[in-house]
């Protein structure tokens, strides 16, 4: 079923798929050394962590830029020298 075919529904029809779901799917509870586990790997960094990270993605961005446009650059020359040697004369 595509995204279309779920909004042009009817609304009963969507109430009648929801309420046959929520008969059908039963809630799970996660066991409890999951949910530690997650809590302890899930924390808020300090500032100065964000502030490192931001400064990183800022570097990279840099380098990225730096090496695409120098990638650009030998490319226009390469088409440059092929332009005015690599041709042969039609004539």
Same mark, same amino acid.
């Given at each position: 079923?595509?995204? =279309? @075919?779920?909004? /042009?529904?009817? @609304? /009963?029809?969507? =109430?009648?798929? @929801? %309420? ?8 799970? %509870?996660?066991?409890?050394?999951? *949910? ?12 100065? @962590? ?5 400064? /990183? ?9 730096? *090496?695409?446009?120098? %990638?650009? *650059?030998?490319?226009?020359? %390469? ?13």
């Amino acid at each position: 079923m595509t995204h =279309n @075919e779920i909004t /042009d529904l009817p @609304e /009963d029809r969507l =109430n009648t798929i @929801e %309420a046959h779901l929520a008969g059908t799917l039963k809630p799970v %509870a996660p066991r409890k050394d999951f *949910v530690q586990r997650l809590r302890g790997r899930i924390h808020l960094p300090q500032q100065g @962590e964000i502030e490192l990270r931001l400064h /990183d993605w800022r570097t990279l961005v840099i380098v990225f830029g730096g *090496v695409l446009s120098g %990638a650009l *650059v030998i490319l226009t020359v %390469a088409r440059a020298f092929y332009h005015f040697f690599g041709r042969k004369d039609m004539g």
